[in-house]
């Protein structure tokens, strides 16, 4: 039983990573695409700051009600064969969820002018202005977009995976397309009207599945006495509480970040992308493969089973992002020169992002972890536990934030390292908390992988740092191609250490994905033969 939850988990986190990487290789391409064409102005600052306040209602909504109310109950049913009352609810539920969206949506258009300032008290003038303009025209992007967390939050409880990750690679595609076709027309509004754009395509690629699931079951109805609702509505609330304060993080570091140099805000965001690349594709691909698996063992009473399968995801989870903080802290300055040095983003803009970006790589593993243990308080129908652990992880965020700007020269650097000690806070409390609920997953198993992917890391990081220094004085640097063979030649040599180093350890997690790889070469034999 433990082996097929596993190759279950695998062959969903398989799907969704491969679609995740499609997106986020595709997010570093809009990244790209605000760089060169804008730069590392005020203006994109401004652009940046736009996004924090339809984050935040989009984050509210569709991460804390889907992820720690909706699939929960919604699997429930499910897991107990009661599709027809599992609908009902989930129809009650996407009815309310649609009519508040629709509210939000058009109160943000309204008061724009006065939630201006929550995300950009630095700006005056003409920045003010036009962080007006572009909050306004991206609220209906947050509309549709978590429009598509609904359908993804439906979709992923019938264990399908595919089209919610799809609808982030037209998502990005919008964007992309407004950087380059519109905005040497119109400007940074071009990024606006492509990011409203992508919204409605992620949104459409899914609702006809949807459409498909419910068609015998949705019901247009409000029904806020079901005991279903009712224990969504009370699950709902303090995650939808813990996601505010965790988002307070982003906030506090922008509005700070507003009052240092010009640029520091792009310098904070694309950092923050970068470390979202392996914490989007590895860890929120394992958590969000993992999630449905651990509700529906929850909800038959599996606990020892609940206890193994988190256990093997957390230690994936560490096998892959431990290597990856290491590798970018190794690499930071040929990844960022690659990726973003164009046009009017220049080498001392390289500079200040990788220097960020640096200070950045140790919340990285924390940030995964976390991807991992939250959607195992959810699982537990627990969302109290987070959003305690998440208030003290705040105030210490914005405290370290504070000291390190009063008394350290780091600037932007030090609201990343602030974000990055208040991650690892988090995580040491949360691990020690769902270790001591569920027993015993926190072991010498995990302990181990840790160990061993830490030190193979550390040779790795210094494999791939020489190899990237020995190419700097073979290739020339001025050049796409220079960079582009330099970075990805250190990458592989560190990558092939890494795997080497794996299998002389006897990682268990590499063995592993030998034996699955092996499993699907016999069935795909046995089939032809």
Request: charge should be positive.
């Amino acid at each position: 039983m433990e082996n097929e939850h596993r190759e279950q988990v695998a062959k969903a986190a398989t799907i969704v990573m491969i679609a995740i990487l499609v997106s986020r290789i595709l997010g570093f391409i809009r990244e790209r695409a605000v760089a060169e064409v804008f730069g590392r102005t005020a203006t994109t600052d401004v652009f940046f700051a736009a996004f924090a306040l339809p984050d935040l209602m989009f984050q509210l909504l569709v991460g804390g009600a889907l992820s720690s109310a909706f699939i929960p109950v919604f699997t429930h049913y499910l897991a107990k064969e009661e599709e027809k009352e599992a609908w009902y609810v989930a129809s009650v539920f996407l009815n309310a969820t649609f009519l508040i969206l629709l509210a939000i949506m058009f109160l943000g258009v309204i008061f724009t002018p006065s939630l201006a300032p929550l995300v950009g008290m630095g700006f005056t003038g003409e920045q003010r202005e036009l962080l007006v303009l572009l909050m306004r025209v991206t609220f209906p992007a947050v509309f549709f977009t978590a429009l598509a967390g609904l359908c993804m939050g439906v979709l992923h409880s019938y264990q399908r995976f595919l089209l919610p990750a799809l609808g982030p690679i037209v998502y990005n595609l919008g964007q992309i397309l407004g950087a380059y076709l519109l905005g040497p027309v119109i400007g940074i509004m071009g990024m606006a009207v492509g990011t409203v754009l992508g919204a409605v395509g992620n949104f459409s690629i899914q609702f006809p599945t949807v459409v498909r699931k419910a068609a015998q079951h949705y019901r247009p109805i409000l029904d806020f006495k079901h005991p279903g609702i009712r224990r969504m509505v009370e699950l709902m609330l303090p995650a939808i509480l813990g996601l505010s304060i965790s988002q307070v993080n982003v906030i506090v570091s922008q509005n700070l970040a507003s009052t240092l140099e010009t640029g520091s805000i792009v310098a904070l965001r694309l950092a923050n992308r970068l470390i979202n690349f392996p914490l989007g594709i590895f860890a929120m691909g394992i958590s969000t493969a993992v999630f449905p698996t651990l509700a529906r063992l929850t909800a038959k009473g599996e606990k020892e089973e609940f206890s193994r399968t988190l256990s093997f995801g957390l230690r994936i989870v560490f096998f892959i992002t431990i290597p990856s903080a290491f590798g970018m802290a190794f690499l930071r300055v040929p990844i960022v020169r690659l990726l973003f040095e164009s046009g009017e983003f220049g080498a001392a803009d390289t500079a200040a992002t990788a220097f960020t970006l640096l200070y950045y790589v140790p919340g990285l593993i924390a940030q995964a972890a976390l991807q991992v243990t939250t959607r195992g308080f959810y699982s537990l129908q627990d969302t109290k536990t987070p959003v305690k652990i998440g208030f003290y992880t705040v105030v210490l965020n914005f405290l370290l934030s504070l000291a390190f700007l009063q008394w350290s020269r780091l600037g932007a650097g030090g609201l990343a390292l602030a974000y990055s000690l208040s991650s690892m806070f988090n995580m040491i409390l949360a691990l020690a908390i769902l270790n001591r609920r569920v027993g015993g997953f926190v072991d010498g198993r995990l302990w181990s992988t840790v160990i061993k992917a830490a030190l193979a890391s550390l040779v790795m990081g210094l494999t791939a740092f020489s190899a990237a220094s020995l190419l700097t004085n073979q290739l020339s640097m001025a050049s796409k191609l220079g960079q582009l063979i330099q970075t990805f030649a250190a990458i592989g040599a560190g990558v092939l250490v890494y795997m080497a180093l794996s299998v002389i350890l006897r990682m268990e997690e590499t063995q592993f994905v030998i034996d699955l790889i092996k499993r699907k070469v016999r069935g795909r034999d046995r089939g032809e033969g």
